[in-house]
């Protein structure tokens, strides 16, 4: 009878039989005890009661070469939990994530991951009650998405664009009190072209925001159906003319008489400037900012081509307008330009419309003032001409 003498396993063999790969039963991690060694500097290196680790973290699911890949459930030591997918050790792929609040696990984010952050499509939980559902990038809410405040919030619902995330883009916000905003944002404020709807008294805002603040537009009666598709929530107080205009005693807003000479010049030649100031400030590329004598002479080559004072021109002047201007523009390119608009040459443009297809199109074409195109502001006869 012959006996098998018993195989001694080398290092790599037992390397070998550590690895962690394919489905795993509970992998528990440990970590250094730091009470352990807090006792032992304290006592001069002569031991301690402690053990030297304790538990860390725990893991149930697929492996490869050693780290998490495929399908699995980690626990850490706070108590947080994920279980999805895991590609290098790293969450990657759909999975769900619970946090440890007050002894109980609360579902905080269910969505895309990539490389251990939130990135995709995602639905975000906060601990207020306020939901998420839209687009990440870098843990960070970025592209489209929608954000639905926990009750009693002076808000009900922001739709739109997020960037870094901010409420950024175009996007509408739905108050608890019926008002709504509708336009463009940056860093979480209004700003740009937008509209404020006020469901108290059936009237709208419609111009230009810098901050966060209305700086210069229309205040007008809003369009019939402006609210049937809108909730009413609470009562709170979303107005930014506050305490600037008053109700009458029957609780009718009024708006004031107000008597300009050519208003919507004077207002389109505002809203110009504050988007060529914004420009300025921003250090916007893709984007030539004009001087302020710049402007003016642009308005006079606009109130050249509208000859009753309307405070618009058509599609059909603006190879004109921009020729004059010293815009190097061909036909071709203009008229490439209003069909990406979606417009014809009957369509109108206002003053600040011309401007910023100016802006645009001289910064595009490397436009630079020289003695070949160059602005007269008024200094000969009082014309608008170009050397």
């Known amino acids: 009878m012959s006996t098998r003498k018993p195989t001694l396993m080398t290092t790599t063999m037992k390397d070998r039989a550590a690895e962690r790969n394919g489905a795993r039963r509970t992998v528990y991690g440990v970590r250094a005890n730091n009470k352990y060694h807090e006792e032992v500097r304290m006592n001069g290196g002569r031991g301690s009661t402690e053990f030297p680790f304790k538990g860390g973290d725990t ?220 420009a300025k400030d921003l250090g916007a590329p893709g984007l030539k900012v004009f001087e302020s004598k710049e402007i003016q002479s642009l308005k006079k080559i606009f109130a050249a081509y509208d000859e009753r004072d309307t405070g618009f021109v058509t599609c059909g002047d603006l190879l004109g307008l921009l020729q004059a201007a010293g815009v190097n523009v061909t036909p071709s390119t203009v008229e490439d330009l209003v069909l990406s608009l979606e417009a014809d040459s009957a369509t109108q443009l206002t003053f600040a419309e011309f401007v910023d297809i100016a802006a645009l199109l001289m910064d595009a074409e490397g436009y630079e003032p020289d003695q070949s195109a160059e602005f007269d502001f008024g200094q000969g006869d009082g014309q608008d001409t170009y050397m």
């Not at 947080?80 to 969450?91: D, P, S, T, V």
């Not at 003319?241 to 609780?251: E, L």
Request: some cysteine; hydrophobic content about 30%.
């Open 59 to 278: 893991y149930v699911g697929e492996w490869a070469n050693n780290v998490e890949e495929g399908f699995g459930t980690k626990t850490w030591v706070k108590g947080h939990k994920y279980e999805g997918e895991w590609m290098a050790g790293m969450r990657h792929g759909k999975g769900t994530f619970w946090v440890k609040e007050g002894g109980r696990l609360r579902k905080q984010y269910a969505g895309d991951w990539q490389n251990d952050q939130r990135h995709g499509q995602g639905i975000f939980m906060m601990a207020n009650g306020d939901k998420f559902e839209g687009e990440w990038m870098s843990n960070e809410r970025h592209g489209a998405g929608v954000i639905k405040y926990a009750e009693g919030s002076d808000c009900i619902m922001y739709d739109g664009s997020w960037a870094n995330g901010k409420r950024t883009g175009l996007g509408v916000l739905t108050m608890a009190n019926g008002d709504r905003y509708e336009g463009h944002w940056l860093d979480d404020k209004k700003e740009g072209p937008g509209r404020y709807f006020y469901r108290s008294t059936s009237k709208v805002y419609e111009g230009e925001w810098v901050d966060d603040i209305p700086k210069c537009g229309e205040f007008k009666e809003a369009p019939p159906g402006s609210f049937d598709d809108f909730p009413v929530g609470g009562q709170a107080d979303a107005n930014p003319f506050a305490g600037v205009a008053a109700s009458n005693s029957a609780g009718v807003f009024a708006l004031p008489d107000l008597k300009l000479i050519q208003p919507d010049s004077v207002v389109t030649e505002a809203v110009a400037t504050i988007r060529q100031q914004r």
